[in-house]
């Protein structure tokens, strides 16, 4: 029989080096409690001190933190650590900056332990082009395990989809600057059904308020109340929310500088920082009052400043009863588990694997690309009409080609480097292929919708067609045949290949610097000077055999340089021009 139980899990950082997070966790329905806890953790991150990156000093972003969910807000100044909190939680950060002991049922915690919770982050994480329901459809082929049938699916797509009251918009594309979409509300709840897809036991939740109005944004929070009423427990953090926001929280943390200050019931804390010498205003919002507190707006007395109010809520908070509570509670699951370690009865948590296969998660990725580059055509199809003007303008001005000794191979050559010049510089509109969906990327890879690799592979084959593959076939068509080049014993196939291979290899670069750089001026910028680089050493702007040796080896890096010598070979070798024959056609040989 399903009972439903109330479990708590620990976070606790003793010092100004350790952190100890503890976290009772309030479950769905289930046969068996879950307790999550995280023990004596840190977590520091690197710092620039100079120019020179060795120079480099440690920030500690979390200290003496003691944590217990339930519908729990983290309520901090900017800069304090909620996210890096929230994240230690989900296991999103990266193990060599997090030490400790995270445990689940008093064991370590599985690997891929993200997979297991849901995360919503601040920023949206949907597909504009794609509707509500097929953004729900999306994450559940990929988090729902094989044993779902496709109508156990759909039905869970329709619970969540009324719970959220999404029904209204749920046939709506969620749109983005360019067209008009769903409202910033649904976007948000769109955002959190993606994640109650799975029905997590516990959903965290980065300011899901941040960009909002006061009415959504009471909407949102009404909605996260109901899910934690109906057993989902939800741990969020928030920034400065207006007092029928603050009456919903279940219980409240406040940081200060990465330490904890207060955790307990949130219709308690305005009594306990009474006790502790703050008495808020007439009128004042209490979410206002605290973080006046933690900047020091609250000072009560002249002789005191920031740091002596920081020092003395954080002591205060140490020595309360509220803190005694829960170090009570959370000290038991660490001796536990210390205990069966020694006694090497520790139970080990299987490892969360992937719900679905490489080849589904190809499929699934692919679809929804191919899915929305249908719906957002701009750019493909600019792309080919850009590429198709080029390739006239060429054809114009090497209209049908003479075979004369004086002009031919010059108009020729020229006309080949022009042709792979404006083939290569094509492919920096893949530029944007990495750059724009990385949170995207991010967030779905940190919470187990696919492998790394089924999202590469599906998106670069699901670019090479309708961006390489069928615009270099139209360029091919059309200066071919304009120009009067060479069309026999399949001349024509091998050109159109050529041009093929180097507009991959082109692409090829601007991938590597779309998944390098976060920046994407800085990606383009890249990329131009690569392929100048290149074109300086494709053997026609100057002879390779009079650069000097220890800049010569640059050339077998050149992509016009093997495109160059290919089209040559291609076109010049045995043509016959004024009754002479041009044996050898590469550049470099001349």
């Not at 439903?4 to 068996?32: L, R």
């Not at 983290?74 to 909620?82: D, H, R």
């Not at 990929?142 to 209204?168: C, H, P």
């Not at 002591?315 to 210390?338: A, C, D, E, G, T």
Request: net charge positive; proline share 3%; charged share 20%.
């Amino acid at each position: 029989m399903k009972t439903k139980t109330s479990v708590v899990t620990p976070i606790v950082i003793n010092d100004c080096n350790t952190a100890s997070v503890k976290i009772h966790v309030k479950a769905f329905e289930q046969k068996q409690s879950t307790t999550i806890s995280c023990h004596d953790i840190r977590y520091r991150v690197d710092v620039k001190t100079k120019i020179c990156p060795r120079n480099r000093k440690t920030k500690e972003i979390l200290k003496g933190i003691d944590f217990q969910a339930g519908m729990n807000a983290i309520l901090e100044p900017t800069g304090s650590g909620k996210s890096s909190l929230l994240d230690i939680l989900a296991g999103r950060k990266a193990p060599l900056r997090v030490s400790g002991d995270l445990l689940l049922n008093g064991s370590p915690h599985p690997e891929n332990f993200k997979c297991m919770v849901g995360y919503v982050l601040q920023d949206d994480v949907v597909i504009s082009g794609l509707t509500v329901r097929e953004n729900l459809a999306f994450s559940a082929a990929l988090r729902l395990r094989g044993q779902n049938s496709k109508a156990d699916i759909q039905e869970k797509i329709e619970n969540v989809v009324s719970e959220l009251g999404l029904t209204k918009c749920v046939d709506t594309m969620v749109g983005n600057d360019f067209f008009r979409g769903i409202s910033g509300g649904e976007r948000q709840r769109t955002n959190i059904g993606m994640e109650l897809i799975i029905s997590p036991p516990v959903l965290f939740l980065d300011e899901p308020t941040t960009g909002l109005d006061a009415n959504t944004a009471h909407s949102v929070m009404q909605l996260l109340k109901s899910l934690s009423k109906n057993g989902t427990t939800v741990v969020f953090s928030i920034h400065q929310p207006r007092f029928s926001i603050f009456k919903l929280f279940d219980s409240l943390m406040l940081l200060s500088f990465g330490e904890c200050v207060y955790h307990g019931a949130a219709h308690e804390s305005l009594d306990y920082f009474r006790s502790i010498g703050f008495i808020i205003e007439e009128h004042n919002n209490p979410p206002d009052f605290f973080l006046d507190v933690v900047n020091g707006a609250a000072i009560n007395t002249l002789d005191e400043n920031i740091v002596d109010v920081h020092q003395k809520i954080v002591s205060s908070f140490r020595k309360s009863k509220l803190n005694s509570r829960l170090q009570n509670v959370i000290k038991p699951i660490l001796h536990q588990y210390h205990q069966a370690f020694d006694t090497k009865t520790l139970n080990m948590s299987p490892k969360v694997k992937y719900a679905t296969s490489f080849f589904k998660q190809f499929r699934v990725i692919s679809s929804r690309t191919l899915l929305n580059l249908l719906r957002n055509p701009k750019l493909s199809i600019l792309h080919w009409i850009i590429l198709t003007i080029f390739g006239l303008i060429i054809g114009g001005i090497y209209w049908s080609m003479d075979r004369d000794c004086e002009t031919g191979i010059q108009n020729r050559v020229g006309a080949l480097f022009f042709i792979l010049l404006n083939i290569v510089f094509s492919s920096l509109s893949a530029v944007e292929l990495f750059v724009k969906e990385r949170p995207i990327f991010i967030h779905e890879n940190l919470s187990g919708f696919y492998r790394v690799s089924a999202y590469f592979f599906s998106k670069i084959i699901c670019d090479s067609l309708p961006m390489r593959l069928i615009p270099v076939f139209l360029f091919s068509v059309t200066t071919h045949f304009m120009l009067g080049l060479r069309s026999e014993e399949g001349k024509f196939f091998l050109y159109g290949l050529t041009l093929l291979m180097v507009a991959m290899s082109g692409t090829s670069i601007a991938f590597f610097f779309s998944a390098c750089v976060t920046d994407l001026g800085l990606a383009n910028v890249l990329i131009a000077v690569t392929y100048v680089f290149m074109m300086i050493f494709g053997g026609l702007l100057v002879n390779l055999k009079s650069i000097p040796d220890r800049l010569r080896w640059i050339q077998w890096f050149s992509t016009f340089r093997y495109g160059l010598n290919a089209l040559e070979i291609i076109e010049l070798k045995d043509l016959t021009l004024n009754n002479m024959t041009f044996i050898n056609g590469t550049t470099d040989l001349w």
